[in-house]
């Protein structure tokens, strides 16, 4: 493992991989794996270029983004860029920074990966996901509850990483719902790379001034570009209760299933507007139909990570 490599100039003008598309950039995005498929043309093209201030028959979900009934988005954050998904082929940014910064990259991976999965009739889930045996095990929660910090973990001890952060289910793939592998990169604070033994220096920081960074899985085992089978899904919560002693791990029945995963769709409001939210309850049905899905209590103490992460191994390879 190591800082990020060096290698954005060397594939800023080559295809890359995301979730199964052929990606071509005009943007540096060195979280992105080679493209190695077939020489279909691309199914995303990333580019910059103006963007109005305002899309034609848009309303305001935010201050800061935008949809119309056609399902277009224009995200806009001050001081960093603005985003305009035009179509499901077809994403335009109009940097406010240098192009390759970082922070251009958060949102682009984040929000408007998102509204993209949603376009594309994908189920985007608030979760991190790895490879454990030969299925995908996908780890969903809030912001801050610990997903990436796990994952990472699980990838120190042999297990690939399919997604940090946004984790996108294809669920009517043709053998039942599979993961569909982002990049591979994972965001953590200081505190949680302190905890597995890695240092920050040479990272780079996810914002200016912010003591989260950008850590790159080096090794290409880390990393699973193929779609797994989606087995199991843990909802992730902090407790302040020691793990030692408890049970930490409970299976959830489907209707307490459906409510929390519900819950970690990703940009699930803004699917909703766009009428999509019938589609949504079907895919809700069929992952909890073919996945178990547990609730997995954590403690907030980083001591207890090595325990926890030995606990969660063995019941999600069971």
């Known amino acids: ?16 991989f995301l979730c199964g598309l052929r990606v071509r950039s005009t943007l540096p995005l060195p979280e992105l794996a080679p493209w190695t498929g077939d020489d279909r043309e691309p199914d995303l093209v990333i580019r910059t270029g103006a ?35 035009r179509s499901s082929e077809e994403i335009i940014i109009d940097p406010q920074i240098a192009a390759d910064r970082p922070d251009v990259r958060i949102f682009l991976f984040g929000t408007i990966l998102g509204l993209l999965s949603h376009r594309r009739g994908l189920f985007p889930l608030h979760a991190s996901c790895v490879r454990i045996g030969g299925n995908a095990v996908a780890i969903a929660g809030i912001s801050g509850a610990g997903k990436s910090t796990l994952a990472t973990a699980l990838t120190r001890r042999g297990h690939a990483l399919l997604s940090d952060d946004v984790c996108v289910i294809d669920p009517a793939a043709a053998d039942g719902p599979a993961v569909l592998p982002a990049f591979p990169r994972v965001k953590l604070w200081q505190d949680s790379l302190e905890a597995m033994g890695i240092g920050s220096h040479g990272l780079a920081a996810n914002r200016p001034g912010q003591h989260k960074y950008h850590f790159y899985l080096a090794e290409a085992a880390n990393f699973e570009p193929s779609a797994l089978p ?8 902090p407790s302040n209760a020691p793990l030692a ?22 940009r699930k409001r803004t699917a909703a507007e766009w009428g999509l939210e019938p589609g949504l309850f079907k895919s809700l049905g069929t992952i909890v139909g073919a ?28």
């Open 1 to 16: 493992m190591s800082a990020e490599p060096h290698r954005a100039a060397a594939i800023a003008n080559s295809d890359l």
């Open 230 to 237: 989606l087995k199991k899904i843990y909802l992730l919560s």
């Open 245 to 266: 002693g408890r049970n930490e791990i409970e299976k959830l029945a489907p209707t307490s299933a459906i409510s929390g995963l519900h819950q970690q769709i990703y």
């Open 291 to 318: 996945a178990e899905i547990y609730h997995l209590t954590r403690s907030p103490d980083l001591a207890d990570l090595a325990m926890m992460v030995q606990r969660f191994e063995a019941h999600a390879a069971s």
């Open 51 to 85: 963007i109005p201030a305002r899309l034609d028959g848009a309303h305001d979900m935010s201050p800061l983004l935008q949809i119309t009934p056609q399902m277009q988005a224009r995200l806009s954050i001050d001081g960093v860029a603005t985003y305009w998904l």
